[in-house]
């Protein structure tokens, strides 16, 4: 009767929102898994990080964007049981950061419309996201 517990993954996600209200997205790249996927820009928190900390760090790393944690305001958060871990996903709006984004890491990325994300196929943790940022942003 007893399942054998998963590891708790805590990864911290960023919906990065232009001056246009668009959402920026990147694309999985091949060799990782759920490659070709699109997801919001995000990381691992390390150990240590809080996970405001963990998104400054990666959107430069990743996309070479400058934000500070007071930019950083707490949206919403996803659970989702994958088949070897659990993720935890705490989800995070950003509209105030320096920079212009670009794939640092090879990655495609892509500025779109809250009520477009549907058209791009997402990890299963990124999925209940959406529905937060369509009725946020028009």
Known sequence: MSEQKKRMVLVSAC?????DNRILIAQRPE???????WEFPGGKVEEGETPEETLVRELEE??????????????????????????????????RYE????????????WVRAKDLRNYAMPPAD????????????
């Open 15 to 19: 919906a990065l929102v232009d001056a």
């Open 31 to 37: 060799g990782k898994s759920l490659a070709g996927l």
């Open 62 to 95: 990743e996309l070479g964007i400058k934000t500070r944690v007071p930019c950083l305001a707490p949206l919403t958060f996803a659970s989702h049981s994958y088949d070897d871990f659990h993720l935890l996903m705490p989800l995070f709006i950003c509209r």
């Open 99 to 110: 920079g212009i984004a670009h794939g640092r890491e090879g990655q495609a990325i892509k």
């Open 127 to 138: 999925e209940p996201l959406v529905p937060f940022l369509v009725d946020l942003l028009p």
